[in-house]
């Protein structure tokens, strides 16, 4: 990622605006509603930061606004690389990111900036719809607390599952910055972990209290169309995400710790027990040595063992149970 005094350079003397939009686009389908609710938001001192990451038809149509500043990549970048690339475009003081499937309500920006007035925090989950592909709703968010320490914030998260998205925050540029952009390695993971680095760097992180962004569901999104084998993703990030989260977790104090860290624990046991148990249901014995051949070390050698002698006693206790059945099944046919 650039540094932040590197992006500032890229600002060429014009006033920083207050919020910058970034829309890293691919899909069209729903890109012109996305961008429509960029445009009409009920706020003035803002930027939209259009990244074409050679999308299915044109959009330089985009370039006629004037709040719009328009990027192309030469190639299709990775969609990480394609975020990291981004938002060190963005010029504004804070940043937000929509999809180009997603839609931003028009109080949007002017509920976000009206809590970073209010509170001191350098990030702040904005609740969402949750639509189909027709606009139709389908459900919502689960909801959080106006302030949250990054301890009670990972507890929520672990214990009722809320499943934060990147495009579900707005963020203080420096901070994003600070926090090293997204990681590669972690696959789906992604989005949970840069949230929590933005947290943890002033143990805040807040919220709002209406919803102001819909977030679509829908068989075109960018995770269901990542590279790389599937499983190796899924488990080897998190496997990564638990042990990152762990060691920022050991660096609070206060009365969420004790139980973010039992509930990021838990995860970490019930990984460690699906490693082998999942690629052998999906890939059979050549999956399982692939699997282990590209794991993170720590989950190799005592899970591996610990696998090899439930499958080996779950066969066996599989043949003595089915024993007793084909005796029958003899006598039945004689």
């Not at 990480?80 to 475009?89: D, P, T």
């Not at 420096?174 to 947290?199: E, F, P, S, T």
Request: with cysteine; charged share 30%.
């Amino acid at each position: 990622m650039p540094k932040t005094q590197e992006i500032a350079a890229t600002d060429n003397g014009k006033q920083t605006p207050r919020f910058s939009i970034l829309l890293p686009v691919v899909k069209t389908k729903y890109f012109k509603e996305a961008f429509d609710s960029a445009t009409k938001q009920h706020f003035e001192d803002y930027e939209i930061v259009v990244l074409n990451n050679k999308a299915d038809a044109d959009i330089a149509w985009v370039k006629e606004n004037k709040r719009v500043r328009y990027y192309e990549n030469e190639e299709r970048l990775p969609l990480v690389e394609n975020i990291n690339k981004g938002i060190a475009l963005l010029s504004g003081e804070y940043g937000v990111i929509l999809s180009d499937d997603d839609i931003f309500c028009e109080n949007f920006l002017i509920e976000t900036d009206n809590f970073f007035r209010k509170h001191d925090v350098d990030i702040v989950r904005v609740p969402r719809k949750e639509i189909n592909e027709f606009g139709e709703t389908v459900g919502f968010a689960c909801p959080a607390f106006s302030i949250e320490s990054f301890a009670e914030h990972i507890y929520y998260e672990w214990r009722y599952s809320r499943a934060p998205c990147l495009s579900d925050f707005a963020f203080r540029r420096k901070a994003i910055l600070d926090a090293g952009g997204l990681d590669r390695r972690l696959g789906w993971n992604m989005d949970y972990l840069l949230v929590a680095k933005i947290a943890a760097q002033r143990n805040r992180i807040g919220s709002l209290n209406s919803v102001q962004m819909h977030y679509r569901l829908s068989s075109i999104n960018s995770t269901n169309t990542m590279g790389a084998k599937r499983s190796l993703i899924r488990l080897s990030g998190d496997f990564i995400l638990y042990e990152e989260i762990r060691g920022l977790l050991e660096k609070t104090n206060d009365e969420f710790t004790p139980l973010a860290i039992e509930e990021n624990e838990k995860r970490i046991l019930r990984l460690r027990h699906s490693y082998y148990e999942y690629e052998y249901s999906t890939g059979g014995w050549s999956g399982v040595l692939y699997l282990h051949r590209n794991l993170p070390a720590g989950a190799r050698r005592k899970d591996l063992v610990t696998f090899l002698l439930k499958r080996s006693l779950g066969t066996c206790l599989n043949a003595v149970l089915a024993f007793p059945r084909r005796i029958l099944r003899l006598f039945k046919f004689h």
